[in-house]
């Protein structure tokens, strides 16, 4: 355990202004994260439509993968945070040696299955013969960096949860530069680099995660950090793996079905055609730049609840996510209401000389806008049983959202009532109403409160 870091205090202080100052690098992290395909697909565009089309078939089969792993950096940060909040500082370094292990593993298998497996599912999907070699083009180079994408995702997600946000933040913006930087050289080709097409367009984000990942690396060796990882920790311990093994699995499934789900949603909308899924992909674009702070506000609930649960302050941990949620529903309707009349504006720089596109998506935001809030309430709930350790509450709250309320909703009133596409549309509102309602009954009478670590100076584990 280093002695030198930046890390913020949950146990102790204002909530409010931990989760402001939690909430906030977390969410310039995950805004500039969002960046590497925004800047990829920037260059790559100038390849011809050939190109995007290759590097958007690979979207859905690279990040199903994505959605799935990240369910052990979950379970390591869990862990980290809980341990923290206790003050089991040896424990904390014993952690995040062996969630690397168990991610790098995980990565390993990823990369083999994404080789193996791309070729058949493109070709079942019926992508065409030249877009299907551009796309193993990309993907080839994107698996082979799966370890180091998986890596920082973990370390990142491990710092967050010690409370070293700033930190994870500079590395994930130089990171970005690194990727801005080599775009040009390694698409388009510089002096005596060859243009690589979407090769380099893929090669340059591997490098640039490889980078951030030696730094983040070299951050935990060198003392510098709440977690100052050593040899002998990343000896396997099968104990801890099975721990892990059962927190992140659910997690990994939880992040799964939205995947998942968002892909059925948009074939229901692919059903009133060609201008039903642009309004959707461009209505959906504006809803997801929203849910970046909605995310971040999620994760520094999850981690000041892990905080204080394994501390023992369960009633401090359950006025922070009392606190997250009615801060971030006031703030997020508020956000909401006020760009209700600049909808038309917005959605014209998103589908310029589009009229038809413009005016399905603005319908689409109408709907969803007044009810921002709602989702505030839900992602609230979701990181409050995360971080309790409760993943598979989560997981089945997730289940509840999405094949209970949302795609049931989408598919019934838009193919058998007249509204048509508009129940594309309201089936995002229903759906995070009914989820946060699930979410704040299973909150107040549900059981979900899982200790998983004993307090210092105890050797071994409550069951969890």
């Known amino acids: 355990m280093a002695g030198k870091n930046a890390a913020i205090s949950m146990t102790e202080g204002p909530l409010l202004g931990i989760l402001i100052r939690v909430a906030v690098p977390v969410t310039l992290t995950n805004l500039v994260q969002s960046s590497y395909d925004l800047v990829n697909a920037f260059w790559v565009g100038r390849l011809g439509e050939g190109a995007i089309a290759a590097v958007a078939a690979s979207g859905p089969l690279f990040y199903v993968l994505i959605s799935l792993g990240s369910g052990l950096a979950t379970a390591g940060a869990v862990l980290i945070a809980q341990n923290a909040g206790a003050k089991r500082l040896d424990a904390l370094d014993h952690v995040a040696a062996q969630t690397l292990?168990?991610?790098?593993?995980?990565?390993?298998?990823?990369?083999?299955?994404?080789?193996?497996?791309?070729?058949?599912l493109l070709r079942l999907i019926g992508i065409a013969p030249d877009v299907r070699s551009l796309t193993l083009d990309y993907l080839s180079v994107r698996y082979l960096g799966m370890v180091p994408m998986f890596g920082f995702m973990a370390m990142q997600a491990m710092l967050q949860a010690v409370g070293e946000v700033r930190f994870?933040?500079?590395?994930?913006?130089?990171?970005?530069?690194?990727?801005?930087?080599?775009?040009?050289?390694?698409?388009?080709?510089?002096?005596?680099?060859?243009?690589?097409?979407?090769?380099?367009?893929?090669?340059?984000?591997?490098?640039?995660?490889?980078?951030?990942?030696?730094i983040i690396f070299h951050h935990l060796l060198a003392g510098h950090s709440a977690l100052h990882v050593r040899r002998h920790?990343?000896?396997?311990?099968?104990?801890?793996?099975?721990?892990?093994?059962?927190?992140?699995?659910p997690a990994?499934?939880?992040?799964?079905?939205?995947?998942?789900?968002?892909?059925?949603?948009?074939s229901v909308a692919a059903s009133f055609g060609t201008i039903g899924v642009a309004s959707y992909g461009v209505g959906i674009r504006f809803l997801f730049f929203w849910f970046t702070p909605i995310i971040g506000l999620a994760a520094a609930t999850a981690t000041v609840v892990g905080q204080n649960i394994g501390a023992g302050l369960t009633e401090r941990a359950e006025t922070a996510s009392r606190l997250s949620a009615k801060v971030g529903f006031l703030g997020l309707t508020a956000i909401g209401l006020i760009q209700i009349p600049l909808v038309p504006t917005i959605m014209a720089v998103l589908a310029p000389g589009e009229?038809?596109?413009?005016?399905?998506?603005?319908t689409f935001a109408y709907i969803y806008l007044p009810f921002l809030g709602l989702s505030v309430v839900q992602q609230t709930m979701l990181a409050t049983f995360r971080g309790a350790g409760s993943t598979k509450q989560s997981m089945l709250l997730s289940m509840a959202q999405h094949w209970l309320f949302q795609l049931p909703t989408a598919f019934i009133l838009s193919q058998l009532t007249p509204l048509g596409i508009l129940g594309v549309w309201w089936c995002y509102p229903i759906g995070s109403a009914g989820a946060a309602l699930t979410g704040l009954l299973w909150f107040r009478?549900?059981?979900?409160?899982?200790?998983?670590?004993?307090?210092?100076?105890?050797?071994?584990?409550?069951p969890a």
């Open 355 to 362: 009229p038809q596109v413009i005016a399905g998506a603005s």
């Open 101 to 120: 292990v168990m991610v790098g593993t995980m990565a390993l298998v990823f990369t083999v299955l994404g080789l193996t497996a791309s070729p058949p």
């Open 233 to 249: 920790h990343f000896r396997p311990d099968r104990a801890h793996i099975w721990l892990a093994t059962r927190l992140g699995v």
């Open 252 to 266: 990994g499934l939880e992040q799964g079905v939205r995947t998942f789900s968002s892909l059925l949603l948009m």
């Open 445 to 462: 009478y549900g059981s979900w409160r899982r200790r998983l670590v004993p307090a210092a100076g105890k050797r071994e584990m409550e």
């Open 168 to 214: 994870a933040m500079r590395v994930q913006i130089g990171s970005l530069i690194v990727n801005a930087l080599l775009d040009p050289v390694l698409i388009l080709g510089l002096g005596p680099f060859p243009g690589l097409g979407v090769r380099g367009a893929a090669l340059a984000t591997v490098v640039a995660q490889l980078a951030a990942l030696l």
